[in-house]
Structure formats: structure tokens, C-alpha cells
């Protein structure tokens, strides 16, 4: 099994930043994917950005493209969610995930862990 912890959230102002951990324990091996993805009320689960543990390439939703960036920490097991130029549609519970080798990395369905999600609020 792998557990994910997943810290960092709060309220922010728009413009403002926020940086997001999701610490990776257990049977790390299996990972090969790290992934955040978002849910606001009433609307469903949102990929935001992932990252391969192996070659470190990224992918992001096209809304958060140059404002987040996602890194990793192997040796840690450890990723980052550093998000910039926060805006108030950022608002919601933020999921870090974890897949094992041959994940679509944009289904939420295709990640076996999550973190229990921490809150990121933007004001206007």
C-alpha cells in the first residue's frame, strides 16, 4: 500500500501564492505518476498537473499552464504543487494522487492513492 499526505492549503488573495506537498510513504516503488487534481463544490474531480517519478516530464490543465508547476523530490518521495497568480476559480479541495505504470494521467479513475486533500481558497 502507499499513503499520501498531502499539506499546504489556505486563503489567499488573488495574485497571491500558495505552495502544496504531498509526502509519498509505503510501496513507494509502485509509483510512477504523481498527480494533483482539484473539486470545488458542486462540480466533479479536475485534473490540474501531473509528473512521471522516472523522467520527470509534466503535464497541466490548460488553465493553470505557466501560473503552476509541479516538482518532485525522489529521494523524498516528496512532490510540489507551487501555484502563482492564484486566481478566485482556483477555489477548491485539492487531491494529490499517485498511479502505478500505464496511468491516463488526466482520469481521476486510473489513480490508485489519494491524499485526504487540503483546501485552497482564493478571495477576490
Known amino acids: 500500500q502507499v499513503q499520501l499526505v498531502d499539506t499546504g492549503g489556505g486563503l489567499v488573495q488573488a495574485g497571491g501564492s500558495l505552495r502544496l506537498s504531498c509526502a509519498a510513504s509505503?510501496?513507494?516503488?509502485?509509483?510512477?505518476?504523481m498527480a494533483w487534481f482539484r473539486q470545488a463544490p458542486g462540480k466533479e474531480r479536475e485534473f490540474v498537473g501531473a509528473?512521471?517519478?522516472?523522467?520527470?516530464?509534466?503535464d497541466y490543465l490548460d488553465s493553470v499552464k505557466a501560473r503552476f508547476t509541479i516538482s518532485r523530490e525522489n529521494a523524498k518521495n516528496t512532490v510540489v504543487l507551487h501555484m502563482n497568480n492564484l486566481k478566485p476559480e482556483d477555489t477548491g479541495v485539492y487531491y494529490c494522487?499517485?498511479?502505478?505504470?500505464?496511468?491516463?494521467?488526466?482520469?481521476?479513475?486510473?489513480?490508485?492513492?489519494w491524499g485526504q486533500g487540503t483546501q485552497v481558497t482564493v478571495s477576490s
Open positions: 509505503g510501496r513507494t516503488s509502485r509509483i510512477a505518476t
Open positions: 509528473i512521471s517519478m522516472s523522467g520527470g516530464g509534466t
Open positions: 494522487a499517485a498511479g502505478k505504470p500505464g496511468a491516463r494521467w488526466k482520469n481521476a479513475r486510473e489513480y490508485d492513492y
